[in-house]
């Protein structure tokens, strides 16, 4: 495989280039459990696939049931996770300006 940054051949074991000192890690991932009531067992796998020589960045999102095989897959432009970022976050202000209103009305 090459380098991310020069190209040169590089060891898959190799978490760097020796050849010009560059990180070869291609993507991040984490995972989200499924909510415990609604989606017990389930999991959202997101890759976070950085941009190389020869790969486009993207955010890969898979969707994992109970015996942990992928149900479905979709890949995300950079543009479109960011607006889902921005999305969620909404979700989470609205939220707390609804708890704030909450506290307020209780007083
Ligand atoms: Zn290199």
Redesign the pocket.
Known sequence: MG??????V?EPAFRY?P????VQRRKLVDFFPGHPTIDPGRALRVSRYVATRDQEPHVRFSVWDESGEARGVVSLTEDEAERLGLFLRLGRGTRRLRDAVERLVAR
């Open positions: 380098c991310v940054h020069c190209g040169r590089v280039c050849w010009c000192g560059a």
